[in-house]
Nanobody, 120 residues
Framework: QVQLVESGGGLVQAGGSLRLSCVAS????????MGWFRQVPGKTRELVAR???????YYADSVKGRFTLSGDNAKNTTYLQMNSLKPEDTAVYYC??????????????WGQGTQVTVSS
């Protein structure tokens, strides 16, 4: 079983910064992808950033130049540094990971979500 535990959400003024962390624990053979989605009530979940096992990183256009995703393979941890936050960044942020088992199967796991609120 795998668990993802997030931390670092909160309330911040526009222009401010927050750093989200996500730690994966449990039976992990290999992490294929790890990253963050966000969701606003009434809207579909949006991929914000993702780091892959080849170290390539994807960013949504809406966060490029403001958000930085990094990972610590040894700790199965990913960090999302969010700078120059805007009110439209307000959402519940979910950590996710594609975990590969020793048998070669890939499963998606999700954190419980952490609220990020940016006031104008």
């Amino acid at each position: 079983q795998v668990q993802l535990v997030e931390s670092g959400g909160g309330l911040v003024q526009a222009g401010g910064s927050l750093r989200l962390s996500c730690v994966a624990s449990g039976t992990i053979f290999r992490i294929k992808n790890m990253g963050w989605f966000r969701q606003v009530p009434g809207k579909t979940r949006e991929l914000v950033a993702r780091i892959s096992s080849d170290r390539s990183i994807y960013y949504a256009d809406s966060v490029k130049g403001r958000f930085t995703l990094s990972g610590d393979n040894a700790k199965n941890t990913t960090y999302l540094q969010m700078n120059s936050l805007k009110p439209e960044d307000t959402a519940v942020y979910y950590c996710y990971a594609d975990i590969v088992t020793m048998a070669g199967w890939t499963y998606d796991y999700w954190g419980q979500g952490t609220q990020v609120t940016v006031s104008s």
